[in-house]
């Protein structure tokens, strides 16, 4: 058990629909980092926030948003939902950026 | 563009023996590497990672190495036991750049240990 916990563990939904995904850090940990995992491009850094504020953006697509909150949280909306945006979306966490990332066991979105 | 590369998709090893997993890169910029292991429906466990000031670090069954100039990366578990099958995953970052751009992983092997 890493510390790091993300809800729903399953989540079925539509096209066209928004979700949002729920993730808390480890205790103590600042930072958290977004990640997809689709079949074909694998494990790909979406987002980090650090402290509440957005610190670096990778492949996130506009439709995409999220946030940290004060008791350090994190959600990651996802809103006109398409088929490819099927995956797996882990949440991570460090104490600072230069830290070892640690990984929730992960949100599995299927939109149909 | 992939900078993190795992040509391996499986590896196939019986219990006992070596297993040694590769991994490349072309990012000059990355510093530091980490290893990952995964099982189905789970997420990606830490296991071992290593600095680009170092060349080796062990840590129980599990030691890496790193071959700055050929920007390559290993790991190697030993003995293999039958628990160690699962995905496993080579991933960088660029601490020395603040690390906030998160972690580039390969596309990760599978490994078999075969009784």
């Known amino acids: 058990d890493s510390g790091v916990t993300q809800t729903p563990k399953h989540l079925i939904t539509a096209t066209g629909q928004r979700v949002t995904l729920r993730c808390s850090p480890r205790s103590g940990d600042l930072s958290v980092y977004w990640y997809q995992q689709s079949l074909d491009q694998g494990l790909q850094f979406l987002i980090h926030y650090y402290n509440g504020e957005e610190r670096a953006k990778g492949n996130i697509l506009e439709r995409f948003s999220a946030q940290q909150f004060p008791d350090l949280h994190s959600e990651l909306n996802l809103s006109s939902l398409e088929l490819g945006d099927s995956a797996l979306y882990f949440c991570?966490?460090?104490?600072?950026?230069?830290?070892?990332?640690?990984f929730g066991p992960g949100t599995r979105l299927l939109v149909l | 563009d992939q900078q993190v590369k795992q040509n391996s998709p499986s590896l196939s090893v019986q219990e006992g023996r070596i297993s040694i997993l590769n991994c490349d890169y072309t990012n000059s910029m990355f510093d530091y590497f980490l290893w990952y292991k995964k099982y189905p429906a789970e997420g990606p466990t830490f296991l071992i990672s290593?600095?680009?000031?170092?060349d080796k670090n062990e840590d129980g069954r599990f030691t890496v190495f790193l071959n700055k100039s050929a920007k390559h990366l290993s790991l190697h578990i030993v003995p293999s036991q039958p628990g160690d099958s699962a995905v496993y995953f080579c991933?960088?970052?660029?601490?020395?750049?603040?690390?906030?751009?998160?972690?580039?992983f390969g596309k990760g092997t599978h490994l078999i240990i075969q009784p």
């Open positions: 991570a966490s460090s104490g600072t950026s230069k830290e070892t990332q640690y």
């Open positions: 991933a960088a970052s660029a601490f020395s750049g603040g690390g906030a751009d998160g972690l580039t």
């Open positions: 290593i600095s680009s000031i170092k």
